[in-house]
T-cell receptor
């Protein structure tokens, strides 16, 4: 596609439920990132995928968070047993390989946990 | 982990004027990269400008330029001839040249542009 696509745009869920957030990166981009943006805060790194390498999961805040990337393309971020503190905007970004490459971001998923 | 500090939560500038957004960072590395990203209300972050630490020359992109002071660990963004479309959140970000690919972001500066 023309840009990074994320779905859903908004998600409201009840505390304790599981949610799945989807990211469709730009075709040909081998690197994919998930970030979390809480209200009034900067972006918090969650996880990074690069090609077929093992992902860098160092930013995941707890074992309730997991992510996978199938076929080197679409990625899904799963949050199990959601808590109110999980409410945030979840941003996905992709880039070509290379440490100086710019990231292309999606418009994010606004998650609200009631 | 490297920390990025943006000390100005909000800034305001008149159309056609110049504004400077500040950013400082803390690192012991010599090899790294610095970025400024813009986030409009659409939430989609857009790269404004980037700088490699080993380059002494300040990066410039049209109306946007940086003042990179490596010894002071400072990376400010100057916006010249400000336009209404420049109104957004601006985030400074750091990426290590040695360990990992994650960008560390500051908390952002909200820029208001007044007519």
């Amino acid at each position: 596609g023309a840009g990074v696509s994320q779905s859903p745009s908004n998600k409201v869920t009840e505390k304790g439920k599981d949610v799945e957030l989807r990211c469709d990166p730009i075709s040909g981009h081998t690197a994919l990132y998930w970030y979390r943006q809480s209200l009034g805060q900067g972006l918090e790194f969650l996880i990074y995928f690069q090609g077929n390498s093992a992902p860098d999961k160092s930013g995941l805040p707890s074992d309730r968070f997991s992510a996978e990337r199938t076929g080197g393309s679409v990625s899904t971020l799963t949050i199990q047993r959601t808590q109110q503190e999980d409410s945030a905007v979840y941003l996905c970004a992709s880039s070509k390989t290379g440490i100086y490459e710019k990231l292309f971001f999606g418009s994010g998923t606004q998650l609200s946990v009631l | 982990a490297q920390t990025v500090t943006q000390s100005q939560p909000e800034m305001s500038v008149q159309e056609a004027e110049t504004v400077t957004l500040s950013c400082t960072y803390d690192t012991s590395e010599s090899d790294y990269y610095l970025f400024w990203y813009k986030q409009p209300p659409s939430r989609q972050m857009i790269l404004v400008i980037r700088q490699e630490a080993y380059k002494q020359q300040n990066a410039t992109e049209n109306r946007f330029s940086v003042n990179f002071q490596k010894a002071a660990k400072s990376f400010s963004l100057k916006i010249s001839d400000s336009q209404l479309g420049d109104a957004a959140m601006y985030f400074c970000a750091y990426r290590s040249g040695n360990s990992g690919y994650a960008l560390n972001f500051g908390k952002g500066t909200s820029l208001l542009v007044t007519p």
